[in-house]
């Protein structure tokens, strides 16, 4: 696989000096969320009061996603819970025809590929995905459109009464089971075509693993949340091997020798036929730079049924180029088994990707990224990402992360990217890592300087004084940060917008 020669970004010849600056979000006018210098998660005002109860119920129910790792253990993930409450609720999954995505990196990415493929090509698409940024129902969309309030509030309700119907030795449903059911729910209400499904957390265990796809995918793994997963990367492929099905193919890219030997063991011990992009379906990546279009990639993939030929990817980075080839191997997989999945098509769907939190210019002046990067790996892609599709001068990186991830190996990573550094935390999160240790390891682990400011708005403004026109503030470590980031930049009445 050729690799990307990425263009080093351009470098200052001075030091980052302080310069006022206001904030000009590059996308259209979000709803107001709270007043500068705060940060709202509340529903707006006029949303529907059963929605407003709806949240309430959540707010109640163990959250896994926030819970802080010495509070879980593996015993608690159990799909015992999930199949009851399913049934509870008449099976709607049952209905369904699946895409199921696994993985450490790329899950969103491939998933919201791989969805806006099959919208272009006529289908009636529903995405299930995890965390949200800003709204809750991003989590649950039928061709980009995330569900109703109404119908949330009604759904929620109906998967709660399901979860009271079920014997109490299951134990109380969850934040993410009753909000899974729901994404099913809807889903079979709708009647769609196909439903893409990501994983919430690793796989076997995960409560998305109830459903029987046309296809799983497994996107590149690498460590994390090994608390709960396992200590070793082997171990992590083994729990995310656990959606592979009998008889239903199975994909990956290419991975780690001693991960792909997992995965494969784990396809053959469940009969799943079991096929590496890059290895067994011939893909290729071309790296391209024109003027209109900018640096990008191009690739190439040949399946059974489809051919794709020079697609251009959509996302930046060499990694998404990957990602997009996985995408384009479910396609193929999927039009197997009777899909329309036409190059035309394909390659409009591309185009029409949508995806929040993953490179996404939030601001021009000062121009802000905002990246839901979250491990040594995907920090590490960040990086080169950067430097091969984003011109500047200087970076100031803005990085909170949560406290049970490998914060030396993202601090490394960072330390090789960023100008200057402003280290805060996600006030929501229970699990953030406290800035100041984070300070305390960065200078430990490098040498450098950095900054420490208690709250989001406090480090953007910090950095927002810090930077030139061609400067760039990029704000990345959780997706939880990355949210807070866009209701904050919502907020600003400052803004200037276009």
Same mark, same amino acid.
């Given at each position: 696989?050729?690799?990307?020669?990425?263009?080093?970004?351009?470098?200052?010849?001075?030091?980052?000096?302080?310069?006022?600056?206001?904030?000009?979000?590059?996308?259209?006018?979000?709803?107001?969320?709270?007043?500068?210098?705060?940060?709202?998660?509340?529903?707006?005002?006029?949303?529907?009061?059963?929605?407003?109860?709806?949240?309430?119920?959540?707010?109640?129910?163990?959250?896994?996603?926030?819970?802080?790792?010495?509070?879980?253990?593996?015993?608690?993930?159990?799909?015992?819970?999930?199949?009851?409450?399913?049934?509870?609720?008449?099976?709607?999954?049952?209905?369904?025809?699946?895409?199921?995505?696994?993985?450490?990196?790329?899950?969103?990415?491939?998933?919201?590929?791989?969805?806006?493929?099959?919208?272009?090509?006529?289908?009636?698409?529903?995405?299930?995905?995890?965390?949200?940024?800003?709204?809750?129902?991003?989590? #649950?969309?039928?061709?980009?459109?995330?569900? /109703?309030?109404?119908?949330?509030?009604?759904?929620?309700?109906?998967?709660?009464?399901?979860?009271?119907?079920?014997?109490?030795?299951?134990?109380?449903?969850?934040?993410?089971?009753?909000?899974?059911?729901?994404?099913?729910?809807?889903?079979?209400?709708?009647? #769609?075509?196909?439903? $893409?499904?990501?994983?919430?957390?690793?796989?076997?265990?995960?409560?998305?693993?109830?459903?029987?796809?046309?296809?799983?995918?497994?996107?590149?793994?690498?460590?994390?949340?090994?608390?709960?997963?396992?200590?070793?990367?082997?171990?992590?492929? %083994?729990?995310?091997?656990?959606?592979?099905?009998?008889? $239903?193919?199975?994909?990956?890219?290419?991975?780690?020798?001693?991960?792909?030997?997992?995965?494969?063991? #784990?396809?053959?011990?469940?009969?799943?036929?079991?096929?590496?992009?890059?290895?067994?379906?011939?893909?290729?990546?071309?790296?391209?730079?024109?003027?209109?279009?900018?640096?990008?990639?191009?690739?190439?993939?040949?399946?059974?049924?489809?051919?794709?030929?020079?697609?251009?990817?959509?996302?930046? /980075?060499?990694?998404?180029?990957?990602?997009?080839?996985?995408?384009?191997?479910?396609?193929?997989?999927?039009?197997?088994? /009777?899909?329309?999945?036409?190059?035309?098509?394909?390659?409009?769907?591309?185009?029409?990707?949508?995806?929040?939190?993953?490179?996404?210019?939030?601001?021009?002046?000062?121009?802000?990224?905002?990246?839901?990067?979250?491990?040594?790996?995907?920090?590490?892609?960040?990086?080169?990402?950067?430097?091969?599709?984003?011109?500047?001068?200087?970076?100031?990186?803005?990085?909170?992360?949560?406290?049970?991830?490998?914060?030396?190996?993202?601090?490394?990573?960072?330390?090789?990217?960023?100008?200057? #550094?402003?280290?805060?935390?996600?006030?929501?999160?229970?699990?953030?890592?406290?800035? %100041?240790?984070?300070?305390?390891?960065?200078?430990?682990?490098?040498?450098?300087?950095?900054?420490?400011?208690?709250?989001?708005?406090?480090?953007?403004?910090?950095?927002?004084?810090? $930077?030139?026109?061609?400067?760039?503030?990029?704000?990345?470590?959780?997706?939880?940060? $990355?949210?807070?980031?866009?209701?904050?930049?919502?907020?600003?009445?400052?803004?200037?917008?276009?």
């Amino acid at each position: 696989m050729p690799e990307s020669k990425a263009a080093a970004p351009r470098r200052a010849k001075k030091a980052i000096e302080l310069s006022p600056a206001s904030v000009a979000p590059c996308e259209g006018p979000a709803a107001p969320v709270g007043p500068i210098g705060a940060i709202s998660s509340a529903p707006p005002a006029d949303a529907p009061s059963t929605y407003q109860e709806a949240l309430k119920l959540l707010a109640e129910r163990v959250d896994f996603e926030r819970a802080r790792a010495g509070a879980l253990n593996p015993g608690m993930f159990k799909l015992d819970r999930m199949r009851a409450l399913l049934e509870a609720l008449g099976n709607p999954q049952a209905s369904l025809r699946c895409v199921h995505v696994a993985g450490t990196k790329g899950k969103g990415s491939t998933c919201e590929m791989t969805a806006s493929c099959l919208e272009a090509c006529g289908y009636t698409v529903g995405v299930y995905t995890s965390p949200h940024l800003v709204d809750i129902r991003e989590r #649950v969309r039928i061709n980009k459109r995330m569900i /109703g309030y109404a119908d949330f509030a009604r759904l929620l309700f109906k998967a709660a009464e399901g979860a009271a119907k079920i014997a109490p030795a299951h134990g109380a449903a969850t934040y993410f089971e009753l909000v899974t059911a729901l994404g099913l729910c809807h889903f079979a209400e709708q009647a #769609v075509d196909v439903a $893409v499904i990501e994983c919430g957390l690793g796989g076997r265990l995960d409560s998305t693993n109830v459903i029987v796809p046309d296809v799983c995918a497994i996107t590149s793994i690498s460590l994390d949340h090994t608390q709960l997963l396992g200590d070793s990367i082997e171990k992590i492929a %083994r729990e995310k091997a656990g959606i592979f099905k009998p008889g $239903v193919p199975a994909l990956t890219v290419m991975q780690a020798p001693s991960v792909l030997e997992v995965l494969k063991e #784990v396809a053959a011990e469940v009969a799943a036929p079991l096929q590496v992009v890059g290895q067994d379906i011939d893909f290729s990546v071309r790296f391209e730079n024109s003027g209109s279009a900018g640096p990008h990639a191009r690739v190439c993939l040949t399946g059974a049924t489809a051919a794709f030929e020079h697609l251009r990817v959509p996302l930046k /980075g060499e990694h998404q180029a990957h990602n997009c080839g996985l995408a384009l191997a479910i396609l193929d997989k999927l039009a197997e088994r /009777g899909f329309s999945t036409p190059e035309s098509k394909v390659t409009l769907g591309l185009d029409r990707t949508e995806l929040s939190g993953r490179m996404e210019m939030a601001s021009r002046t000062p121009r802000i990224m905002l990246d839901g990067a979250h491990n040594p790996d995907s920090v590490r892609c960040l990086m080169k990402a950067i430097g091969a599709h984003v011109p500047y001068d200087s970076m100031v990186l803005v990085f909170g992360c949560c406290a049970d991830k490998d914060v030396p190996g993202m601090l490394g990573q960072i330390a090789l990217g960023a100008d200057k #550094v402003i280290f805060t935390k996600s006030s929501a999160n229970p699990r953030s890592a406290d800035p %100041r240790e984070l300070h305390r390891k960065f200078t430990e682990l490098t040498g450098k300087m950095s900054q420490v400011a208690k709250t989001l708005p406090e480090a953007l403004d910090l950095a927002g004084r810090a $930077v030139g026109r061609d400067d760039l503030i990029c704000v990345t470590g959780s997706f939880y940060l $990355v949210g807070e980031a866009k209701r904050y930049l919502a907020s600003r009445p400052d803004v200037r917008r276009g």
